[in-house]
């Protein structure tokens, strides 16, 4: 009797087995199905767009800038426009590794917007007045006479490395328009405002320019630190001779060169960055 028993215990145990090898996973499913489906869950996770916040720091903003600018033939000024010539064009480096690109999806909300370009380059320039970069009689910028366009600087090979700048530039619609005292191009910063590179139309003379006061001031503003003087051999490297070229050093073998300028006859003062 007693055996009987046993031998009925492990049968219905083998069945058991047999039955839940066969429904048990299917009803596990279904279980876990009702506790998911018809509700919400959240999930923190790590997105792509996130690369966005990486934080560059100024120098290195600037150099990816600089590097994407060169890039691109892009006339950094009317004045140089004219005078450029071929065998200055094949000095120019096109390297394929950073791009330069229009922005047409637009300011995202964390970047200056259509709306606000106009006033935030104005502040800069006050700022960029106060400490002597620019000269006091320079005139404001407004929407009616300046058009500006949004651009993506990448790192093509590392796309989280990337800066959005506003070009605002003197409106070519206007003809015959007042040109003294005037801002003819400038790349500023969608984020932070910061005037990277800049032209503008002066009473100054070269000699009555401080070419070491003004890359200093303009270090002291950015947030770049101390420049050293840059000598080159090159003789094509610029259109005029009225020029001072400085060196910015980042990280390993990165550098910057800022290029502090004046073409006579327009009486135009520039400040540029190139590789």
């Known amino acids: 009797m007693k055996k009987s028993v046993i031998n009925y215990a492990l049968l219905l145990a083998a069945v058991m087995v047999v039955a839940f090898a066969v429904w ?4 596990i499913t279904v279980y876990k199905d009702r506790t998911v489906l018809n509700s919400i869950h959240t999930q ?4 792509e767009e996130e ?6 720091s100024s120098g290195e903003r600037l150099y990816i800038l600089s590097r994407c600018l060169n890039s691109q033939t892009l006339p950094e000024s009317e004045q ?3 005078t450029r010539t071929e065998e200055e064009m094949e000095y120019q480096e096109s390297d394929g590794t950073y791009a330069f690109v229009i922005n047409r999806q637009g300011p995202s909300g964390r970047e200056i917007t259509d709306e606000e370009i106009y006033s ?3 502040q800069m320039l006050e700022e960029m007045k106060s ?6 009689t320079l005139r404001e910028v407004t929407s009616g ?9 990448i790192d093509v090979l590392e ?25 003819i191009d400038a790349y500023v910063d969608a984020d932070t405002g910061k005037l990277y590179e800049f032209y503008a139309r002066t009473q100054l003379s070269w000699e009555e320019i401080d070419p070491d006061e003004i890359i200093n001031s303009w270090g002291d503003y950015m947030g770049l630190g101390d420049a050293e003087e840059y000598e080159t051999d090159n003789p094509l490297l610029e259109t005029t001779p009225y020029y001072k070229k400085y060196v910015f050093k980042g990280n390993g073998e990165e550098r910057t060169i800022v290029t502090i300028g004046f073409y006579e006859g327009i009486n135009e003062l520039f400040l540029k960055i190139s590789r």
């Not at 048990?24 to 009803?27: L, R, S, Y």
């Not at 400490?131 to 006091?136: A, E, H, Q, V, Y």
């Not at 006479?145 to 949004?150: E, F, K, N, S, T």
């Open 24 to 27: 048990g996973p299917e009803k």
């Open 44 to 47: 923190t996770t790590e997105m």
């Open 51 to 56: 690369g966005y916040r990486y934080q560059l």
């Open 80 to 82: 140089n426009a004219l």
């Open 120 to 122: 935030t380059c104005n």
């Open 131 to 136: 400490r002597g970069i620019l000269p006091d």
């Open 145 to 153: 006479g300046y058009d500006a366009v949004l651009y993506s600087a």
């Open 159 to 183: 796309p989280r490395n990337n800066v959005s700048v506003w070009k605002v530039s003197l409106s070519t619609n206007q003809k015959n328009a007042d040109k003294s005292n005037r801002l």
